[in-house]
């Protein structure tokens, strides 16, 4: 079965926010 | 695309090894953009202007159609240009928002969001369909611009395209035409909002009926505040909900009286054409309200990540844009997607205040 964007944008959103809440991602590395 | 559009380019190659490319430039042109917006914050411009006006939508835009100018100079933005994905980029950053919005501001949000949508759609859309028609501009072409026009410009003119087997020049045509219209609207609609001391949510409200596309309207939002923002997101996301109906809608005006086949479409279509990543920002404001998400390092990381995405997205806007697709077409369905624009445009002011500002207003954020 072939993966919509509008799913590929949710599963990259919640990996991002599930990194950020256990720490994986350096809050200096991203600040804007 | 095929070659026909654009005769000087070489042949559209979509390789892993284009989008990586494209992928880069993006995210080097983000590098770039971050670095010239933190730069002209503290300077005052010449005439006055004080640099911290210039929000980073605006110089993602704009340094996003320079670099389209280059590639395209160059003869290699075809090879590249799949690398570059606003829609991923702007709805992974729409998620990422929902993540910090409370979810009774989304819910009352929301309900105004629901009846302006309903108003502005219907009224917007079948307003473009009779003016068209009464410029001869073909059924199948006026179908996917009103739907663009009233809905959300590119993924619905995509959505009702294919409703209405539209021809892929016109679905060119509609997406160069929204993004030409919708850039300009994204930086002269907050300076409007501005100049009549537009409360946040009613401009948010504002900018989500009016400008065409999520990217721009976002950026609106962002340029003039951070509630703006966040009430522009949920009444556009609320808008971009109606897609999966107006297809359905579409899909069988056009199989049943048009074509006048005894079948009808299957109400699938609404879940297939319903934009699923509106569940994930819903769900993200769910986590943030009842707190497994808090304000500290995570929520920061997170929102910060938010800005790049937007600023990826803003940038694509730029690089995507196809004036060689937008003058193949003439000036007639030009000027009727301007005149309905500016209808749209007057009627989301009125609704925006109606609603937001009067009946409906969203809770205290």
New interface residues.
Partial sequence: MKL???????I???A??AL??I?L???AW??? | MTTTSVPSQPTERKTLTGSLIGLAIVVVLSLVTHYVYNLVQPLTLPGNIPGKVLEYPIWAAAIGLVANYVLKALKVHNQVKSGFRTELFLKIGLILLGAKISFSVLVTSAGGAVVQGLIMVTSVYFFSWWLAGKFGIPDTLRAVMSTAVSICGVSAAIASAGAVLAKKEEITYVTALVIITALPLMVIAPLIAGAINMPEPVAGAWFGGNVDTTAAVVGAGTIYGPQAQEIAAIVKNTQNALIGVVAFGLAYYFSTVVEGKKERPSLNVIWKRFPKFVLGFILASVIFTVGILQKGDAFNTIQDTKAWLFTAAFLCMGLELSVGDFRKMGWTPFLVYIVVTIFNTLLALVIAYLIFGWLMPPTAF
């Fill in positions: 919509s964007e509008d799913w590929l944008s949710v990259i959103a919640f991002i926010m950020a809440m720490g991602i350096n809050p991203v600040a804007f």
